[in-house]
T-cell receptor
Framework: GENVEQHPSTLSVQEGDSAVIKCTYS??????FPWYKQELGKGPQLIID?????GEKKDQRIAVTLNKTAKHFSLHITETQPEDSAVYFC???????????FGSGTQLTVLP | ETGVTQTPRHLVMGMTNKKSLKCEQH?????MYWYKQSAKKPLELMFV???????ENNSVPSRFSPECPNSSHLFLHLHTLQPEDSALYLC????????????FGPGTRLTVL
């Protein structure tokens, strides 16, 4: 089955700096890679996703890159703000499968 | 209401109690999921339902019993739980076509005494 590893487990950045979170996956059949943000006391919220037919996707301050050859994908947050502080999860899925395999999460803290 | 809702938000129960968690989705999706989230662990998929039919059971103990009466509602019936079952239980839904975009509810924080 699929195995997703996520690094780092904790990340602290100064407000305004960039943050990068990286994930690797094992199943070359995986073709869908979502990222979730989970704030304290809430469920995970889908913030961006990428399909295997593209290498990069951007939405305002958030971007995701995918390297299918190396089987890794990354979340990039620019101009970080205190409200970006949360736990971020990556996940991977093979398109027709109904299972998402999640990484172990990254606690991002944006320091004012 | 919009999105995925879960009730109750918090639940404390003894090991001999029977309780149920409820999930409702207002997104028109046909797949629903139960996940367990424990501290410092990845989300663990418990059950998957497609069009009310259970398609995945990830070796979940029988003290957890899911029920899906229709595509909008999902229940998790709990009985004779153990303290190690204390966790955040998350419900999610997704469309059955296209990619597996799952949308989560806020979760039920369960404490087993």
């Amino acid at each position: 089955g699929e195995n997703v590893e996520q690094h780092p487990s904790t990340l602290s950045v100064q407000e305004g700096d960039s943050a990068v979170i990286k994930c690797t996956y094992s199943d070359s059949a995986s073709n869908y890679f979502p990222w979730y943000k989970q704030e304290l006391g809430k469920g995970p919220q889908l913030i961006i996703d990428i399909r295997s037919n593209v290498g990069e996707k951007k939405d305002q301050r958030i971007a995701v890159t995918l390297n299918k050859t190396a089987k890794h994908f990354s979340l990039h947050i620019t101009e970080t703000q205190p409200e970006d502080s949360a736990v971020y999860f990556c996940a991977a899925s093979e398109g027709s499968a109904r299972q998402l395999t999640f990484g172990s999460g990254t606690q991002l803290t944006v320091l004012p | 209401e919009t999105g995925v809702t879960q009730t109750p938000r918090h639940l404390v129960m003894g090991m001999t109690n029977k309780k149920s968690l409820k999930c409702e989705q207002h997104l028109g999706h046909n797949a629903m999921y139960w996940y367990k989230q424990s501290a410092k662990k990845p989300l663990e998929l418990m059950f998957v339902y497609n069009f009310k039919e259970q398609t995945e059971n990830n070796s979940v103990p029988s003290r957890f019993s899911p029920e899906c009466p229709n595509s909008s509602h999902l229940f998790l019936h709990l009985h004779t739980l153990q303290p190690e079952d204390s966790a955040l239980y998350l419900c999610a839904s997704s469309p059955l076509t296209g990619y597996n975009e799952q949308f989560f509810g806020p979760g039920t924080r369960l404490t087993v005494l």
